[in-house]
């Protein structure tokens, strides 16, 4: 006989259950953030609940200048990749990436992450920012003008600043952006054009030390075999005298003369700089070289002068090969020849000018002897004239 009484537990814990209506954002990093042309870019998107089957997709960010933001393209075999990594192979210059994560069927998908981008130094031709000063440290209140260069009619110029922060040039007339720095403006520059081109970045580092030295060094990156000169100044004056010099944080040279100079830089050189004066140390800054590439024009000039040599000795040559199958008697070469005859019978008069040289032709006949007339005849210094005397 079942009972009809029942028996029930206590009550459990609440929980709280909170729906919201923002998608969840991943979170995208690149490594490395700085690349040498040609070197691979690996993309890392980051969900919460990375084991909760999420598939990825990976875009390349475009400048939209009229709408003041970008628009996204799908890379190459990047929608719904089961890893949450893409690798780049073979990047060259600046450009920006964004991520976002799908799950579920239909697939549920979340927002994009904020743009993240690997910058290039290297300068190439579609597009360049130059910088007004052109060094990578200023003080504060320095006026800084950054231009960028290139056919577009349409420039943006971008700020990615140390705190993570992506931002647009405030003060921007036509393709060049004009700063008053203050410390805030230390950040990663570089120009975005309407037509989606991105140019190399500059680093720009504002000393906040108004009593303190700055190192003067270049933006953009040095040729492999040029030279190149660091100093050392404060804001009223260039220092002559008394600085040590840290190349990635060791010293290198104590120069009285105030200045570091590389007579022929090599990628060893590569790396940070500092210097120090009066107890006062200025900020580091990257120096970047970049290997010497041959031009073209270069490259080709040893084919260029063979094949102009061997265009010049058939010029030279084959005609005078042909004059040799013609001729039936003697054969006589000279600067300027009206008319070929045999020498038998001995040459008009005026038939040649300006006689240079003779090539000795010996005539072999099988079919029947020549007269001695008839055989090849040699001529040496023959000069100018209006004839050849006998």
């Not at 979170?27 to 990375?50: D, I, K, Q, R």
């Not at 120069?255 to 900020?283: T, W």
């Not at 020849?337 to 000018?353: K, L, Q, Y």
């Amino acid at each position: 006989m079942k009972s009809s009484q029942h028996e029930t537990t206590e009550w459990s814990d609440s929980v709280t259950l909170t729906v919201s209506d923002n998608e969840p954002r991943p979170v995208l990093t690149v490594s490395p953030s700085w690349l040498s042309p040609g070197a691979s870019v690996t993309l890392n998107c980051e969900v919460e609940h990375p084991s909760a089957g999420w598939s990825f997709y990976w875009y390349k960010a475009v400048p939209d200048l009229s709408e003041k933001s970008s628009s996204y393209e799908l890379l190459p075999d990047g929608s719904g990749t089961a890893q949450d990594s893409y690798i780049i192979h073979g990047q060259t210059h600046t450009a920006g990436y964004v991520c976002r994560a799908g799950r579920g069927d239909p697939e549920y998908h979340t927002d994009h992450s904020q743009p993240k981008f690997v910058w290039s130094a290297d300068v190439h031709s579609a597009a360049s920012l130059t910088v007004s000063p052109d060094r990578v440290q200023h003080f504060t209140s320095d006026s800084v003008s950054l231009t960028c260069e290139g056919n577009f009619p349409e420039w943006r110029v971008r700020k990615f600043s140390e705190d993570g922060r992506l931002s647009d040039c405030r003060r921007m007339t036509g393709s060049t952006c004009d700063i008053n720095t203050s410390k805030s403006d230390t950040a990663v520059y570089w120009c975005e054009s309407g037509s989606g081109e991105f140019s190399s970045a500059v680093n720009i580092t504002v000393q906040n030390d108004g009593n303190g030295p700055i190192l003067v060094s270049p933006v953009h990156p040095v040729t492999e075999g040029a030279s190149v000169s660091l100093t050392c100044s404060l804001r009223t004056q260039k220092i002559l005298s008394n600085v040590f010099f840290y190349y990635n944080d060791k010293l290198i040279q104590n120069d009285p003369r105030g200045e570091l100079k590389i007579s022929a830089v090599s990628k060893s050189d590569e790396g940070f700089y500092k210097c120090q004066y009066s107890g006062r140390e200025s900020a580091q800054s990257w120096m970047s070289v970049k290997v010497a590439v041959s031009t073209p024009e270069s490259s080709s000039f040893p084919l260029l002068m063979i094949f102009r040599l061997i265009l010049g000795f058939m010029f030279i040559f084959l005609p005078l090969l042909f004059c040799c199958r013609r001729s039936k008697g003697d054969l006589c070469v000279y600067e300027t020849v009206r008319r070929c005859e045999n020498t038998e019978n001995g040459p008009a008069e005026g038939d040649f000018t300006n006689v240079t040289s003779v090539i000795q032709l010996k005539v072999i006949r099988k079919t029947r002897k020549s007269s001695p007339a008839a055989d090849a005849a040699v001529y040496s210094e023959v000069t100018s004239g209006s004839s050849l005397s006998q």
